[in-house]
């Protein structure tokens, strides 16, 4: 946690609305974001960032620095979501038992440092709403660490932490999520591709 961000924890726990509306100004986005990808609803995931900002000040006299202030932030979100899923009696939308070894590899296409083109941003954008049709159909404890280590640039510790599990379990539920993604989309590829040449056929 940086010098900056703990006197900020320090004057909040005093009392200084305007330092807590600082420190939490900076992760709202964030954890609305978390929240809409594991719930799938605006609505749930508006409730769950009202909820983790209200959780937040309540407990920050019970917040020791052992993390960093965005990933108690975080944790307190994935539980609270965690929490809404059990109440929808939320099932499994696939089960993933096999793991892979690539770890560093990204979901998401990297942007340029040059900001692109229109087309090039639509491509884009385009790609990750593919993209995330599928993420959508992940089990919510492999599409929490997707959310948090492509969508939000986490890191495998950050992760583990907010979670809390450990590292080796995000690795591998990473992984996992990762290889289906893959084979969903190659298979959808190859669905389309059938399609069309049972198009070709019949205009022949």
Known sequence: MSLQEQELVEKAKNGDMAAFEQ???AHQQKIYTVAFRILENGEDAA?????????VYRSLAKFKGDSAFSTWIYRITVNLCKDMLRK???????SLDESI???NESLFPQLPD???LPDEQYEQQELKDYLEKFIARLAPDYRMVVVMREQMGLSYEEISRALNVS???VK???NRARKYLRESILQDREQEQALFRLKDERRG
């Open 23 to 25: 420190l939490v100004s």
């Open 47 to 55: 409730d769950v960032a009202q909820e983790t900002l209200i959780r």
């Open 88 to 94: 929808r009696g939320h099932l499994f939308t696939q």
């Open 101 to 103: 070894s690539e770890e």
């Open 114 to 116: 040059d900001a692109p």
């Open 167 to 169: 590292l080796g379990t």
């Open 172 to 174: 591998s539920r990473l």
